[in-house]
């Protein structure tokens, strides 16, 4: 997944737009972005949406945002939308695997009560929103089959730490925030999991979007969260390799076809060694 569009639940006919604005996935939100008294409504509008929009041949994946389990809501919330069957439950301030193994356990009741088979609501987890979250990053890997990704989340993080700001005068993350970032995606790497990129919050500034996805993608990030339509081209577009990587990747696999036992292969006078030919063969599976 390249791009992953936040839209709330009870947004109406923005949920149309969403589904048409071309992500890869669409998080329908049950989280920050409705308020306490709205919830309630928000779980029925979004599972109202679900069983519309998952019988459609194409459409981008259905993810939905829950409530955290320290929240309380997080029972009301599964209970409400596993009927509507979507792809993944995308976790916020996942504290570790632990919480994943917890969630785990609730999806899979939710699953039972309503007929869907066991195990095929994923999940993506938001394992760095927090203190705690960032500490416990690295203990994800073989707790549960569901776990797709990981992301992180500097709001959430910034509020708990008193933060007067996470990003400097020039757009760019402060240091506790960049910390944040290189541990979800090390914690990514270690659960053997893809790391998705955090949003760009600035949505009417294309420029500072493409240059930060840029940077994201040489990282190791390989998909980024969106607030807004107008983003979806940009992350789409970076995160897409284009003809000449992909030409470079298949010349690196197919030189070292032809010598299989060779620890570096030269082409073009460079040499390649054999983390050159994971990355090539990582590159190539993206676009199949």
């Not at 757009?171 to 955090?198: D, M, N, Q």
């Not at 979007?209 to 940009?234: C, K, M, N, W, Y």
Request: net charge neutral.
């Amino acid at each position: 997944m390249r791009s992953l569009l936040f839209v709330p639940a009870d947004a109406g006919p923005k949920l149309d737009k969403a589904i048409a604005s071309g992500a890869d996935a669409v998080i329908i939100d049950l989280e920050d972005s409705i308020s306490p008294e709205r919830k309630a409504h928000a779980r029925a509008a979004c599972l109202e949406y679900l069983k519309s929009a998952q019988p459609k041949a194409q459409r981008p994946r259905l993810l939905v945002r829950i409530n955290g389990l320290e929240t309380g809501q997080t029972d009301a919330d599964l209970a409400a939308i596993v009927p509507g069957k979507p792809d993944a439950i995308l976790f916020p301030k996942a504290e570790g695997g632990e919480s994943l193994v917890h969630l785990d356990a609730k999806l899979t009741a939710q699953e039972a009560i309503a007929g869907v088979a066991e195990g095929s609501i994923k999940v993506l987890a938001q394992n760095v929103e927090s203190s705690l979250g960032l500490f416990l990053a690295g203990t994800f890997r073989g707790v549960s089959p569901r776990l797709i990704g990981m992301t992180w989340g500097p709001e959430d993080l910034s509020a708990e730490l008193g933060a007067e700001a996470n990003r400097d005068a020039q757009g760019h993350l402060t240091e506790p925030y960049r910390l944040a970032r290189s541990i979800c995606l090390f914690s990514a790497a270690a659960a053997k999991v893809p790391a998705i990129e955090t949003i760009y919050a600035d949505f009417r500034n294309t420029e500072g979007l493409r240059r930060e996805t840029l940077d994201s993608r040489r990282d190791g990030f390989t998909g980024r969260l969106a607030i807004h339509p107008a983003q979806v081209p940009v992350i789409n577009e970076v995160y897409t390799p284009s003809a000449e990587q992909i030409e470079k990747a298949k010349a690196v696999i197919a030189a070292f076809a032809a010598q299989p036992g060779a620890g570096a292969v030269g082409i073009d006078g460079k040499m390649y060694d054999r983390p050159h030919l994971v990355r090539a063969q990582r590159l190539l599976g993206s676009v199949k």
